[in-house]
């Protein structure tokens, strides 16, 4: 389907859903980012109904090909309703379709949030010393009210349980399960996750986790978290996986001693977070969860160059995803090697 012929559709789509009587298309372009699924901005002159006015949108479909472990888009939108209504500043989700007849697949339309998500601008000056502060105790906020978020959820019974075993050593046997996929070898992932196996922590509240939160998926309007994007890993999980995947020296992007997302540091994420939930962060944990965040980004780099080199999707941004292996496994080995000489 043409994109003019999805930019109609989807604007006959939203009126109908709205109540509108017609529907004028403004704007309709693909979003930078979102290596794995595609985003467009919908921008509509609604005539009527619930909406009235110009509206921005962004419309989630899926990729050309997807990643096993991302959630389809009816799972993230269920997931994305829940933590929009726990107060995290996620877009709010105004509709699904599952009609492959209105433009060729899955999607929902959510509301359009203003701000900038480029983890390298962000991290480049776009932010002063107070703005970045101020964000970096934000995220702190915004983690606490979505881990807040305990099972059992009906609406979210598509989520795995960690069981038994834990999470982390239920993230290890994911991750060993994808690299057996890919055919090539990779030793020191594999020495990674033996050792990540061998000190994984016990004893962790389960809570919904983003599974992706890191600079780069959310928008800062100023000094103003003003949305959490990418929900597709969404997971039951140990409330530090969120926060150290987000202090993963593989997310700092161009400012690589702050320690928080290339934003800030460590202790205001961590009060921020401990005032919000009334519980305090072992910093301990959270550095583990750093190193089990350097493997998982290590597979997916893996997993976005066999999309390309599958023939599935031929994209440049892949293909240099992949790339990216060794400098990840190295950041990863030295991780390890800090944790060992401080125990």
């Given at each position: 389907?043409?994109?003019?012929?999805?930019?109609?559709?989807?604007?006959?789509?939203?009126?109908?859903?709205?109540?509108?009587?017609?529907?004028?298309?403004?704007?309709?372009?693909?979003?930078?980012?979102?290596?794995?699924?595609?985003?467009?901005?919908?921008?509509?002159?609604?005539?009527?109904?619930?909406?009235?006015?110009?509206?921005?949108?962004?419309?989630?479909?899926?990729?050309?090909?997807?990643?096993?472990?991302?959630?389809?888009?009816?799972?993230?939108?269920?997931?994305?309703?829940?933590?929009?209504?726990?107060?995290?500043?996620?877009?709010?989700?105004?509709?699904?379709?599952?009609?492959?007849?209105?433009?060729?697949?899955?999607?929902?339309?959510?509301?359009?949030?203003?701000?900038?998500?480029?983890?390298?601008?962000?991290?480049?000056?776009?932010?002063?010393?107070?703005?970045?502060?101020?964000?970096?105790?934000?995220?702190?906020?915004?983690?606490?009210?979505?881990?807040?978020?305990?099972?059992?959820?009906?609406?979210?019974?598509?989520?795995?349980?960690?069981?038994?075993?834990?999470?982390?050593?239920?993230?290890?046997?994911?991750?060993?399960?994808?690299?057996?996929?890919?055919?090539?070898?990779?030793?020191?992932?594999?020495?990674?996750?033996?050792?990540?196996?061998?000190?994984?922590?016990?004893?962790?509240?389960?809570?919904?986790?983003?599974?992706d939160f890191r600079t780069g998926n959310y928008?800062?309007?100023?000094?103003?978290?003003?949305?959490?994007?990418?929900?597709?890993?969404?997971?039951?999980?140990?409330?530090?996986?969120?926060?150290?995947?987000?202090?993963?020296?593989?997310?700092?992007?161009?400012?690589?001693?702050?320690?928080?997302?290339?934003?800030?540091?460590?202790?205001?994420?961590?009060?921020?977070?401990?005032?919000?939930?009334?519980?305090?962060?072992?910093?301990?944990?959270?550095?583990?969860?750093?190193?089990?965040?350097?493997?998982?980004?290590?597979?997916?780099?893996?997993?976005?160059?066999?999309?390309?080199?599958?023939?599935?999707?031929?994209?440049?941004e892949l293909a240099l995803t992949g790339r990216?292996?060794?400098?990840?496994?190295?950041?990863?080995?030295?991780?390890?090697?800090?944790?060992?000489?401080?125990?």
């Open positions: 389907m043409a994109g003019a012929d999805i930019s109609a559709a989807l604007a006959d789509y939203v009126a109908a859903r709205a109540g509108a009587r017609g529907a004028r298309v403004i704007e309709f372009q693909r979003l930078s980012g979102g290596a794995i699924q595609d985003n467009h901005a919908l921008t509509l002159e609604l005539d009527g109904g619930s909406l009235p006015g110009r509206q921005e949108f962004v419309v989630r479909r899926d990729a050309a090909s997807r990643i096993a472990a991302s959630l389809s888009r009816p799972q993230e939108f269920a997931v994305l309703r829940v933590a929009h209504e726990a107060g995290v500043a996620a877009p709010r989700p105004y509709w699904l379709c599952t009609d492959p007849s209105v433009a060729g697949g899955d999607f929902y339309v959510m509301a359009r949030a203003r701000g900038v998500s480029s983890g390298r601008e962000l991290t480049s000056g776009a932010l002063d010393e107070r703005q970045a502060r101020a964000v970096t105790r934000q995220l702190g906020e915004q983690l606490a009210r979505l881990h807040a978020v305990r099972p059992p959820r009906p609406e979210l019974d598509f989520l795995p349980q960690p069981g038994e075993q834990g999470a982390a050593a239920a993230r290890v046997a994911q991750y060993r399960a994808a690299l057996a996929r890919i055919p090539q070898p990779h030793p020191a992932l594999e020495w990674a996750l033996d050792w990540l196996l061998r000190h994984a922590p016990q004893g962790a509240t389960v809570a919904l986790c983003h599974g928008m800062v309007d100023g000094d103003r978290v003003s949305a959490v994007l990418d929900w597709e890993f969404a997971a039951w999980s140990d409330p530090c996986e969120d926060l150290g995947w987000l202090c993963a020296r593989s997310w700092r992007f161009a400012a690589k001693d702050r320690e928080v997302g290339g934003i800030g540091d460590k202790a205001d994420l961590f009060d921020s977070y401990a005032q919000a939930c009334g519980q305090p962060v072992d910093p301990q944990r959270v550095a583990y969860w750093e190193a089990m965040a350097m493997a998982r980004w290590a597979v997916i780099a893996l997993q976005q160059a066999q999309r390309h080199l599958s023939g599935e999707e031929l994209s440049l990216m292996l060794p400098e990840i496994e190295m950041d990863l080995l030295d991780h390890i090697h800090m944790l060992e000489a401080g125990r």
